[in-house]
């Protein structure tokens, strides 16, 4: 596959998602095109990805590409990732959080601050992203942004019923 042109890939990612029940060398190939260095073929791969339940090993394996940079691809990956169960994404953010790659790491506080702010496991995910800024060091711009967003969760959001912050009702 890696050897044929970008549209030839992405047929064959609709070829693949066409299947009813896709079997593991279907779920193995979808996969890898995920990763795929043409975006439009990454879109259908993830496309695909979305109608199937995701299974830890296979996330394990997405959370990987999170080391690249591509926006449609970070983006994607964390669309799918979120759809899993609640437990399985904290345990994503897990590994993600204890990632040698800055990259990853900002994936899984990204996924902490999504599942926070839906308010999935919210409190869960406060409580390790508060862990991880006690326990790391240096924070990059983009992480001390992200956990703002939890150090600042109880602090009331300026809106016109309170004079956009100035009056407190």
Same mark, same amino acid.
């Given at each position: 596959?890696?050897?044929?042109? #970008?549209?030839?890939?992405? &047929?064959?990612? %609709? ?6 029940? #896709?079997?593991?060398?279907? &779920? ?5 095109? =995920?990763?795929? $260095?043409?975006?439009?073929?990454? $879109? ?6 979305? @109608? ?18 591509? =926006? ?10 979120? @759809? ?28 902490? *601050?999504?599942? *926070? ?10 409580? &390790?992203?508060?862990?991880? *800024?006690?326990? &790391? ?14 150090? %600042? ?7 016109? %019923? ?8």
């Amino acid at each position: 596959v890696s050897m044929m042109e #970008p549209y030839t890939r992405s &047929r064959v990612v %609709d070829l693949l998602a066409k299947q009813k029940k #896709p079997t593991p060398a279907t &779920r193995e190939a979808i996969l890898s095109l =995920a990763g795929d $260095t043409a975006e439009w073929v990454r $879109t259908r791969a993830f496309a695909a990805l979305e @109608k199937v339940k995701i299974q830890e090993p296979e996330a394990i394996r997405l959370e990987g590409l999170l080391t690249r940079k591509a =926006a449609d691809l970070r983006q994607n990956l964390l669309t799918v990732l979120l @759809k899993q169960p609640d437990p399985q994404v904290v345990r994503s953010a897990d590994r993600l959080l204890a990632a040698k790659s800055a990259p990853q790491r900002l994936g899984g506080l990204e996924l902490l *601050h999504q599942m *926070h702010k839906t308010k999935r496991a919210a409190a869960e995910c406060r409580e &390790r992203a508060l862990t991880y *800024h006690e326990k &790391r060091g240096k924070l990059s711009e983009e992480e001390q942004q992200l956990l703002a967003a939890f150090l %600042d969760s109880e602090r009331e959001t300026p809106a016109l %019923d309170n004079a956009l912050g100035l009056l407190n009702p």
